[in-house]
């Protein structure tokens, strides 16, 4: 077989290097970056540089899952975290924790892992992407036919972190907000954790009204 | 493909997206000012004040550009596009007629339409903290609130419909569409439908915005063409959720003739919700944050939950 | 309360039956408004009746009317009489601009010289040109309309009830006097019913400036 050469790049390639390059760059500045919001979006830019990845190498259903769990939802989070606890506009030097070293390190050691691992597998295969390789057809039965175990596992594990954020979150109900009936709780595990926050929210406006990204007095009355 | 089919389609769809969200803001502005007892504007354009939205789009661009002197620039500069923007990219892969009337085919389409639909509301967010502004900060909050709340029931009744058809394929959805499935999904369609208003921040969900209360939240500091912009996210995005509820619940292109007339039937469904979200926002009063949050969690996702297990049952039993 | 939700369709129904029925949007420019007569849209002056009593400037709340007249001298009536003074009118004017529409000054116009009309349309772009003068105020009487007749049920005008009394009077007398020369030529003038709202002397009871 003639094994295509690394120095006769096609377009999509030269797209597929060129996002590589936007991700890490974004991925570094949002890790660099003083600004904490800012941090927040380039993680976005970042995250979406790895779906526009995906989509590259015809892994359709990858890529919009991909925004959609982690720009649509995992960032909106993050985002609700911040401006819930504390987000100024400019720099916020005490939010560096000085772990940089250790960080560097635990980074680097993961990245190495990780190249290693695919380094080991793929080794010098190559996939023709000709065709979809990875549309939704070809996912569905790759994890239901091949993968039913992990995908399985990997269900009980988040079922498993479900009710650990329950039995979290109801351990600091009986000083909190009066004690919503359990199989709410049960049911609507986020709402619990929405409402928790509201209240803490509106504990910090009582406590540090002078904070400059506290939210005043409306959100009081919506409880 | 050739390159002239693709750039017919992309004008198509950037034709629709440019008169379909005025005709939307129109008729909000005349259907509720009747409901009201009032005739709406009157002057601009000649006949009923056809042209309102030109002469408001007009004053708006001819507004000064402000930004607050604390405001994050960039950021509170870049927020509109990315409001606007993913309405654009959804209406690529909705599908209008039968047989290649679609601006691109999307072999995830519902997951590509949801997770584009989710980035729209980053931009509300990103002017939300960017305003260097409480309300809009407070705005911002109960935006994210809502988004993650209402995502999740969203995803579910759409995910009830692509197991009833099997495919992820809007067009695929609607190949496979049946007229029993109205009664079939109609608990997925009320959901749907609610929680895409709801991500939208639409009346009676407008918390997030309630002009009365904080000043239009994120809003608050925009004028001119930025404001003009968030404006416009707001009636595409009525325009998407009408149309991807009538894709995925009425059946799209379904009625008579609709080999012909396919696309006629689409654009009657998808008017006929927008319709009913400038009623909803006439006839009822607004939520309170805490009752959103506890109409998704309590309503919604149950719903959504036992519009699966339904839809489960009967693909098993009978299929 | 009813069903759960019977409120939200309510709010539905309302409305859209509202849409089906015609809009209660008045078409101003393109429809005149169909104004009741006592609308209080702008003071028209009655010139003729005005004797520059000042009693109308001198009420006025926030003193927007202003007023300037002579004093003219006629000859006697009657040789070797008393030469008569009367007052002639050379100014006035309204501020609209100061005037909150109280309606004092028509109230308290002993002559009927001052009356209300329903136009409106006399906004200006420059605050000084509110002010109108007499001739203005006396164009607008035209549009002064025929004031309504009384409600049916309504208590008898002051006016019209001493009228007919002095006109009972006068007819009890005239018959008394009748019965006392049976033949007697009639006489009699009957004395004019004082109370008639017409034009008042114009020499007379007015006060100078």
Redesign the interface.
Known sequence: MNAPGFLSPTGVEIVFLLTGLVTVGAALVAVTTRQL??AA?WL?VALGGIAVEYLLLTA??VA??Q??IY???V???L??GL??TR?P??RSPDADSGNRPVALAVALASAATLVTLVVDAFRTAWIELDR?QG??QTVGEALFRHWVLPFEALSLLLLAALVGAIVVSRRTTPDGPAGTPAP?AV??P??RK??D??AQ?AQDAQEAPGAS????A??A??? | MDFLDVAWRLAAVLLAFLTLPLLVGQAEHK?M???????GP?YAGGFHGWAQLVADGVKFAQKEDVVPA???RR?FRLAPAVALVPYLLVLVAIPVAPDGGVGQV???GI??V??????G??GQ??G???S?N??S??G??RT??Q???Y??PL?LSAASVAMAAG???LPGILDAWQWWWLPWQLVGAFVFFTAGIAELHRPPFDAPLAPE??VFGPLTEYGGLRFALFLLAEYAGIVVVSALTAVLFLGGWHGPFADGLGWLWTLLKTAALSFLVI??R???PRL???QI??F???VL??LALLQIALTGVVKVVFA | MGLPGSG?AK??A???K??T?R???A?YPDVQPELPARSRGVIGLFEENCTVCMLCARECPDWCIYIDSHKETLPPAAPGGRERSRNVLDRFAIDFSLCMYCGICIEVCPFDALFWSPEFEYAETDIRDLTHERDTLRAWMWTVPEPPPPDPAAEEPKEVSAARKAADRAAAAQAAEAREHAPGPDAGAVPGSGAAPGAPDADGGGTSA
Not at chain 1, 213 to 216: E, I, N, Q, R, T
Not at chain 2, 33 to 39: D, E, I, K, L, T
Request: hydrophobic letters at 60%; charged letters at 15%; zero cysteines.
């Open positions: 919001v800012h979006l976005v359709e259903f919009w899952v925004v959609l720009v649509g939802s960032v909106v989070l985002l609700f401006m819930l987000a506009i400019g979809p549309d939704t709410e049911a609507a986020e709402a929405a409402q926050a509201q929210d990204d506290v939210p005043g409306p959100e009355e919506e409880r | 259907v000012a009747h409901m009201q007892g009032r005739v009157m604390a405001a994050d950021i999307v072999d995830a997951f590509f949801l997770a584009v639909l989710g980035v509301v980053l967010l990103m939300g903290w960017a260097a409480k309300y900060l407070l911002g909050l994210a609130a988004l993650m709340a995502e999740l995803l495919t992820l394929s209360e904080i009623w909803t006439v006839a009822w309170r944050a805490d949050q506890r998704a969690w309590t996702v149950p | 939200l709010g539905l309302v409305t859209l509202t849409m029925r809009a209660h949007t078409h």
